[in-house]
């Protein structure tokens, strides 16, 4: 459970993307106008949320006087949530809820903060594009369903426990190292499967016979994890296999149990092994072998009788019965019974077969009725261990995980990021994580290098030309603290990270037409929210902030952004790309302000973009440039040359540089 404010919980929203959203009646519109109908969502009466009900319904279920022991007794709305998902789920007849045994409290100090905007803009979950790929999809290179699902919490759910981290490190570092372990848990993990959504299905009573073969053959798998990570000279990989239960019971009672055949459905019968119940096994015989049994019968009533031609049928009227022709009816015993005359023969039962019909009529649905009762039983002593298989696939989705991040930090050149708890940031030969997954074949990507501290180099104003590769940048160095904070490795030659507690982005444009905000607006909010939430470990993006408006109040709101930034008493960290080269006079101004631009070359009236950063300014975007690349007819972009250099020229006389210089009352209010 967790609680706090709007932005933190559409960001859990958006991690853990519910397949059902419960509320109450009273926020049915509000809900409606925030998130539209991007998830199912079902209202409920305004009382089932009132603080007292909740609470009686938490220690009902969980048979407590008290929530004080999983320590959330101080947090109402958390409270309030969880046990209105336990009214709901009894109300929807939900009646087998025992693998629901715990509240576990999501603590927002415990992990890095990214807002929404950052989510989005950072293309961490879902790309922007159609066909474009996000960082979960370079990220996750799980095997089973329960390490994908965790994948994404971590990427949403950066760490701040630094001991957590390394222990992280040290573990994708040592399987990157021992590939005899690494491959064969891998293929374990992949014979685990899904165990968390299995082992749910038998507290739900829904699991199938297949399903329960699959839950053995899982467990075994765990035990051959269990053992190799124990032989490992590696102690936060002997933890992990410390924290897995063997449950040797829970497997035994299902092999003793489920035959290796065993069907998908219950009803179809051949589910149970033989020697569980003797009522059981005379059925299962009698239903086998009932050919077997008809064909003597048969064969011994034509010996004791002499009718060589009798025949052994059955009919919906009479079921089973002899047929003799009319030629050998003489010679009919007296026992037997006539149930019907024909043209050329009569039909006959005898007492040994009707008591076989009965039996054998009955013996599919006593089949049903006594392995049904059995099955129930086998899932009720299977039930005591669903909290144990649910711990084992937590531990086996995190080493999942950790598999993952040993693969990609091997085959994708990463290193070993150095986490600090100071509060610099020095990224050595950066790259972008997705973007050179996408880069074509032979082709590299240039990488760069980033510093940044509170001193010195406390915020990067980077300019240069369009598409020189200035966003990139920037959201290479959020995503390298990302993955050093969730215990990768990262796409850099070396990487110090002073731990980071929250990341901002403003990059992008967008708008929100159906709220009636337009791409400045939503620029502005961003903003908003940056600049009111600041800590002194935050890491903030910025790009071509004031770019939606004209180009004085552009410029005006950049600049005072940027002056906010640097003598805000937290001194973020902070990258600031923009087209406004009037900005790069804040270094000669502001101490901690240093400018850098990505470098270009001219040949021949053609730019190369060399994407290289250096120290410097720049004063030109190459706008017309890109235009150029684009398609624009030439006649248009030998007009627009001409406006420029008039524009230029005028520029000079009007000097916006001069002008902002006379402005320097920084006196803020903060």
């Not at 102690?235 to 149990?257: G, R, T």
């Not at 709101?557 to 640097?566: P, R, Y």
């Amino acid at each position: 459970v967790a609680q706090g404010n709007r932005d933190y919980i559409e960001r859990l929203i958006k991690t853990f993307q519910p397949s059902e959203i419960i509320l109450s009646k009273a926020y049915r519109d509000q809900f409606d106008k925030t998130y539209g109908e991007e998830y199912y969502s079902y209202a409920i009466d305004k009382w089932f949320f009132e603080a007292d009900y909740c609470k009686e319904q938490l220690n009902k279920h969980f048979n407590i006087e008290s929530l004080r022991g999983f320590g959330i007794d101080h947090m109402e709305e958390a409270t309030i949530a969880a046990g209105a998902i336990i009214h709901y789920l009894n109300q929807t007849k939900h009646n087998h809820l025992e693998h629901i045994n715990g509240i576990k409290r999501i603590d927002e100090q415990s992990h890095v903060w990214i807002d929404s905007f950052t989510i989005r803009n950072l293309e961490i979950i879902h790309s922007n594009h159609p066909t474009g790929i996000s960082l979960l999809d370079v990220v996750d290179k799980t095997i089973s369903p329960m390490g994908s699902r965790l994948m994404r919490n971590w990427l949403i759910l950066p760490l701040l426990d630094i001991d957590e981290i390394r222990l992280r490190q040290d573990t994708v570092e040592y399987l990157m190292t021992d590939i005899p372990l690494y491959d064969g848990l891998k293929e374990d993990i992949r014979l685990v499967g899904d165990l968390e959504r299995l082992i749910s299905k038998i507290a739900l009573r829904r699991v199938n016979p297949r399903e329960l073969l699959h839950l053995s053959s899982a467990m075994k798998s765990v035990a051959h994890i269990k053992q190799k990570c124990s032989e490992v000279d590696c102690k936060p990989i002997q933890k992990l296999a410390e924290q897995l239960f063997l449950c040797e019971n829970f497997v035994s009672l299902i092999d003793q149990h489920i035959a290796e055949d065993a069907p998908v459905v219950l009803s179809k019968g051949g589910v149970l092994k033989m020697g569980l119940d003797a009522e059981l096994d005379e059925y299962i015989s009698l239903s086998n072998n009932a050919k077997d049994f008809l064909l003597d019968l048969k064969n011994r009533e034509a010996e004791k009788s002499g009718i060589s031609s009798l025949k052994l049928a059955f009919n919906n009227v009479f079921g089973y019965y002899l047929e003799v022709t009319n030629s050998h009816k003489d010679k009919v015993p007296e026992e037997w019974i006539r149930k019907q005359t024909l043209v050329n023969a009569e039909r006959y039962i005898t007492p040994e077969l009707k008591v076989f019909e009965e039996k054998i009529l009955a013996a599919d649905d006593k089949i049903g009725e006594i392995e049904g009762r059995i099955y129930a039983e086998l899932i009720e002593k299977l039930n005591v261990y669903i909290t144990n298989v649910q711990h084992n696939a937590r531990v086996i989705a995190k080493l999942d995980c950790l598999c993952s991040f040993a693969f990609i930090s091997q085959n994708y050149d990463y290193s070993k990021p150095e986490i600090s708890d100071d509060y610099s940031l020095a990224i050595k030969d950066g790259r972008h994580p997705v973007i050179e997954q996408q880069l074509a074949r032979g082709e590299v990507y240039i990488p760069n290098d980033i510093y940044l501290n509170k001193e010195e180099q406390q915020i990067i104003i980077l300019t240069g030309p369009n598409m020189s590769g200035k966003s990139a940048i920037l959201r290479q160095t959020a995503l390298t603290v990302l993955l050093a904070q969730i215990g990768c490795f990262v796409p850099a030659k070396h990487a110090h990270i002073g731990l980071v507690d929250k990341i901002y982005t403003r990059v992008g444009a967008s708008d929100n037409i159906s709220q009636g905000e337009s791409t400045f607006m939503v620029e502005m909010v961003e903003t908003a929210s940056i600049l009111n939430n600041l800590s002194d470990r935050s890491l903030v993006i910025l790009d071509e902030i004031g770019r939606g408006t004209s180009t004085f109040d552009g410029v005006s709101l950049a600049w005072s952004i940027a002056e906010f930034l640097n003598q805000d008493d937290t001194k973020p960290k902070t990258i600031f790309a923009t087209h406004y080269h009037e900005l790069n006079e804040l270094e000669s101004s502001f101490p901690g302000v240093v400018n850098y631009y990505v470098s270009t070359e001219e040949k021949q009236k053609k730019v190369i973009f060399l994407r290289k950063m250096k120290k410097g300014g720049s004063e030109h975007s190459f706008g017309i440039h890109v235009a150029r690349m684009a398609g624009i007819p030439n006649k248009v972009l030998k007009r627009a040359d001409i406006i420029l250099k008039q524009l230029e020229s005028d520029r000079e006389s009007i000097s916006t540089k001069e002008s902002i210089k006379k402005a320097k009352d920084t006196n803020y209010q903060l």
